[in-house]
């Protein structure tokens, strides 16, 4: 089945480490995207990649890195900078191709808790 | 910068009726898309409904209608013939030239049996 996968569903971290989110999509997507979801908000976006081996910061990336070593993998590194880093994290692919250029689709998410 | 403004929090409607989630937004640009993705309780978001601002005719989805509104800046989610399985949080956003989604707060809709 074609989709985008995100591990694992729920990650726990103590305090001072960094955690890892994987995020792979096989719909041969160019763009994606990690968003940070809070309680009773939107989406706000993270980082995010249209190319392999480029990405770009979005509105609150201080605290997170990414890496697109490969078009199909989008992994979102939590470092302990982040102050505040418990929240429900999302990817999302999107084809940056006819006919669909303009449509995200997501993964089934993460639930960070830091301890 | 671009914003999107989902003025209720949370709505509620009797199974089979019909209800309308409002949206606004604004944004500079000329040419942009808008959408409405539902988040049920499992969290996965799933697109409902897209519309292109160049496009006059509102879009449709079987239940799922737009009313999109360019020179209000108004684009509102209508469901029809409400479904238990209609239950969930529901997100209007705005691609901007960017390729990037701005998002509303959210409504969380109800439907009663």
């Known amino acids: 089945d074609g989709g985008i996968t995100q591990s694992p569903k729920y990650l726990f971290r103590k305090e001072g480490q960094n955690v890892t989110l994987s995020c792979e999509q096989n719909?041969?997507?160019?763009?994606m995207y990690w968003y940070r979801q809070d309680p009773g908000q939107g989406l706000r976006l993270i980082y995010y990649s249209q190319i392999v081996n480029d990405f770009q910061k979005g509105d609150i990336a201080e605290g997170y890195s990414v890496s697109r070593e490969k078009k199909e993998s989008f992994p979102l590194t939590v470092t302990s900078a982040q102050k505040n880093p418990t929240a429900f994290y999302l990817c999302?692919?999107?084809?940056?191709?006819?006919?669909?250029?303009?449509?995200?689709?997501f993964g089934p998410g993460t639930r960070l808790t830091v301890l | 910068a671009q914003t999107v403004t989902q003025s209720q929090p949370e709505m509620s409607v009797q199974e089979a009726e019909t209800v309308t989630l409002s949206c606004t937004y604004d944004?500079?640009?000329?040419?942009?898309?808008l959408f409405w993705y539902k988040q049920p309780p499992s969290r996965q978001m799933i697109l409902v409904i897209r519309?292109?601002?160049?496009k006059q005719q509102n879009a449709t989805e079987n239940r799922f209608s737009v009313n999109f509104q360019k020179a209000a800046k108004s684009f509102s989610l209508k469901i029809s013939d409400s479904q238990l399985g209609d239950a969930a949080m529901y997100f209007c956003?705005?691609?901007?030239?960017?390729?990037?989604?701005?998002w509303g707060a959210g409504t969380k809709l109800i439907i009663k049996p």
């Open positions: 944004t500079s640009e000329s040419d942009y898309y």
């Open positions: 719909l041969n997507h160019d763009a």
């Open positions: 956003a705005c691609l901007d030239s960017n390729y990037q989604l701005i």
């Open positions: 519309q292109e601002a160049y």
């Open positions: 999302a692919s999107s084809p940056l191709r006819l006919p669909s250029t303009d449509t995200q689709y």
